[in-house]
Each structure stands twice: as structure tokens, then as C-alpha cells.
């Protein structure tokens, strides 16, 4: 079945560096992608999504680039902040119509001061 | 508009007792969904559905029922909790509006079954 690889954290990092969480995805259709994050004690929330080749998607100053040749959706954020400390999901549509996704596995994110 | 809700926030079972969760949107989305974190496992699909009276299995569908009888809610029962349910439970909400997959939230559920 379809599948969201992400790379393990945690992920730590000084503020102002340079992030980058890979992502790769394995699935028999063009599904979407996208990016979740979720802050301690909090729910998740939508970051960015791309929903064809080529796309990308960003917010906040996160990118995403869907690569389909690589089935890659790598987020990057060239500074990040103390603030940005939080898990990231990396997900699909579970099924054409989308109604519900496939996560990865989440990888957390710290960054000090 | 609130979003999605859930309760209760926080619930201790003992093994083989019966709840539910529940879960209501006011966003008048057709798709709802429920997922279980667990930690090292990201989120997994628990049952989702498309509408009032349909709903199908997802990923981890065992020991977990679920109907849809009106549109803005969606519960999930456990039938006989088992130490193996001991979660964060999240619900979700979207509609097929194209363009619109994005999934909305609610704040989660924390079941501890002992």
C-alpha cells in the first residue's frame, strides 16, 4: 500500500540555520502531498501541500518541492527560529478522493537560541 | 466557528470498559476521520467516512466502531478497551471541494487504558 518515509529525529539546531527534513513516498497514483506541523500539547495544522508534479507548496518560509521523479517532498527553511521547535509530519491521500491521509512517522525539530 | 471539537480531553479506562469518543465539526464538511498517535508511529488512520451513513476502515480499524449519523458528528467507540488502545486520539474534518483536501484538526483525546 501507499507509504510516507520521513527521516528520524530529532532534529536539532541553532537558530538561523538552515533546515532540511526529507521525505519520500511511495504510492500507485499522483496523490497530493503535504506537510503538517504539530506544536507541544496542540493539535495538527496544516503547513504547505503540493497537489501535482512540480508543485510547490510554502508558508511561513517553509518550501516544499513535489519531485516525482524522486518521489521526494524534502520541507526546507533557510532560518529557522526557536519558535519553529515542533513535530513535523510529512503525509498523502489515503485514497483518490482524499478523504483522510497517510502519515510518516513525524520528526521533531529543536532549535535553541 | 469553533472547528472541530472533541471530548473529553482525558480518560482513564480499565481494560475491557466501553466509551466513546466524540467528535463534532461545524464546518459542514463532508469527510470526517479518526487517528491514533502513537509515540515512534506518527498518526494512523483509524475509520474515516464521506458522508452521513458511510464510513469505511482505514489503517488500524480493529477494536474500534464508528457510525455517521448526521453530518457534523462522528464518534468512536471501543467496545472492550485493551492496554494496546492507550493513545492520543485525534479527530479530523474536510470536504471534497476541489482544492479544499485540507484536513482540520481537533485538540485530541488522551485515552490511558490500564
Known amino acids: 500500500g501507499d507509504s510516507v518515509t520521513q527521516m528520524e529525529g530529532p532534529v536539532t539546531l541553532s537558530e538561523e540555520a538552515f533546515l532540511t527534513i526529507n521525505c519520500t513516498y511511495t504510492?500507485?497514483?499522483?496523490?497530493?502531498l503535504f506537510w503538517y506541523v504539530q506544536y507541544p500539547g496542540e493539535g495538527l495544522q496544516l503547513l504547505l501541500k503540493?497537489?501535482?508534479?512540480?508543485d510547490k507548496g510554502s508558508n511561513k518560509g517553509f518550501e516544499a518541492t513535489y519531485r516525482k521523479e524522486t518521489t521526494s517532498f524534502h520541507l526546507e527553511k533557510g532560518s529557522v527560529q526557536v519558535s519553529d521547535s515542533a513535530v513535523y509530519f510529512c503525509a498523502l491521500n489515503f485514497n483518490q478522493a482524499g478523504t483522510a491521509l497517510i502519515f510518516g512517522k513525524g520528526t521533531t525539530l529543536s532549535v535553541s537560541s | 466557528n469553533a472547528g472541530v471539537t472533541q471530548t473529553p480531553k482525558f480518560q482513564v479506562l480499565k481494560t475491557g470498559q466501553s466509551m466513546t469518543l466524540q467528535c463534532a465539526q461545524d464546518?459542514?464538511?463532508?469527510?470526517m476521520s479518526w487517528y491514533r498517535q502513537d509515540p515512534g508511529m506518527g498518526l494512523r488512520l483509524i475509520h474515516y467516512?464521506?458522508?452521513?451513513?458511510?464510513?469505511d476502515q482505514g489503517e488500524v480499524p480493529n477494536g474500534y466502531n464508528v457510525s455517521r449519523s448526521t453530518t457534523e458528528d462522528f464518534p468512536l467507540r471501543l467496545l472492550s478497551a485493551a492496554p494496546s488502545q492507550t493513545s492520543v486520539y485525534f479527530c479530523a474534518s474536510s470536504s471534497p471541494t476541489s482544492g479544499q483536501e485540507t484536513q482540520y484538526f481537533g485538540p485530541g483525546t488522551r485515552l490511558l487504558v490500564l
Open positions: 503540493a497537489t501535482k508534479a512540480d
Open positions: 464546518m459542514n464538511h463532508e469527510y
Open positions: 504510492a500507485t497514483g499522483y496523490p497530493s
Open positions: 467516512s464521506v458522508g452521513a451513513g458511510i464510513t
